[in-house]
């Protein structure tokens, strides 16, 4: 009888061991189910960050050839975006017919990096007022702040003058 | 026991999957925050300035010269723009003094605030000689 007790004690603290073991277990594994979730969803997450952002990265490269085309109206202070400004506006008299002579270009040193650039010029009224025209609509940031044209004499329609513009279209640094 | 291998065989490989696209993300969003600062500062350098006015000198040449008397002839144009101010100063020659009032007259526009003759034409004798400095508001 006491045997049989003995056995039934040994049995009873086997099962308690084993359900303890079988609690642990499963209590271990319903945390890493719990874990293998919040990961699935996280690479999910960052699986559809990283499309959004590679399809923004491909937005941004289709830009490129717009970009190129903004920065050919961006100038650089340096010497070779002074001669490139002062090129293109003279080229402008060319196609207007007026003689253009740059008197003087200076590099702003404010905050807001500028040009001012003196120009003169000589044509007739028609060629005068193109050259003006083409000035207003330069695709720039470009201010006209004096414009002065005086007839050469009265018989003849002759003008020279002087222009002088602003121009805000700096380039910003890389 | 099977069970907690193949679990935590699953949640490795899925660590690394996260932390190489972690990665990935980590790399592109480093790169395009610089690019759209570029574009916007671009943009910016290329937007006009809010200096107030922004009546283009032909544009003023133009309806100057439409409406003046045909007996006035124009033989300066001296256009300024500082501190949100524009200033246009005309010199020419008029045949009488009533082609010189009516073209005070036709000056006087709403965007003008003040037209100047240089001198008093009243009493000059033709051809008067004029200078005028027309600021527009």
């Known amino acids: 009888m006491k045997r049989a007790i003995h056995l039934l004690i040994i049995l009873i603290l086997i099962d308690l061991v084993c359900a303890t073991g079988m609690w642990f277990g499963f209590a271990h594994l319903r945390d890493k189910k719990v874990e293998e979730i919040s990961l699935i969803d996280q690479v999910e997450e960052e699986t559809r960050l990283g499309q959004d952002l590679l399809s923004l990265k491909r937005t941004l490269l289709t830009t490129d050839r717009a970009q190129s085309e903004i920065t050919k109206y961006l100038y650089d202070v340096s010497e070779e975006g002074q001669i490139k400004f002062v090129t293109q506006i003279e080229q402008l008299g060319t196609t207007t017919g007026v003689m253009i002579e740059t008197q003087s270009l200076e590099v702003g040193t404010d905050s807001q990096p500028s040009m001012r650039a003196v120009f003169s010029l000589k044509g007739s009224w028609a060629q005068t007022y193109h050259f003006l025209r083409l000035l207003e609509t330069f695709p720039t940031n470009l201010t006209l702040t004096r414009f002065e044209v005086k007839r050469g004499s009265q018989y003849i329609d002759e003008w020279s003058g002087s222009a002088v513009a602003l121009i805000s279209s700096i380039r910003p640094p890389r | ?137």
């Open chain 2, 1 to 137: 026991m099977p069970s907690y291998i193949s679990l935590s065989s699953g949640i490795k490989t899925l660590q690394e999957q996260f932390d190489e696209k972690k990665s990935f993300s980590m790399a592109t969003s480093k790169e395009i925050p610089g690019q759209l600062t570029l574009i916007t500062q671009q943009l910016a350098a290329l937007r006009p300035t809010s200096d107030g006015v922004g009546v283009a000198p032909s544009r003023l040449m133009e309806v100057i010269l439409n409406n003046k008397p045909k007996n006035i002839e124009i033989n300066a144009f001296l256009f300024t723009k500082a501190n949100n101010a524009i200033t246009v100063q005309l010199s020419g020659v008029s045949d009488t003094r009533e082609d010189l009032l009516a073209f005070q007259k036709t000056l006087q526009t709403p965007e003008v605030q003040t037209v100047k003759f240089g001198g008093s034409f009243i009493t000059k004798q033709a051809p008067i000689d004029f200078v005028v400095t027309v600021t527009f508001k």
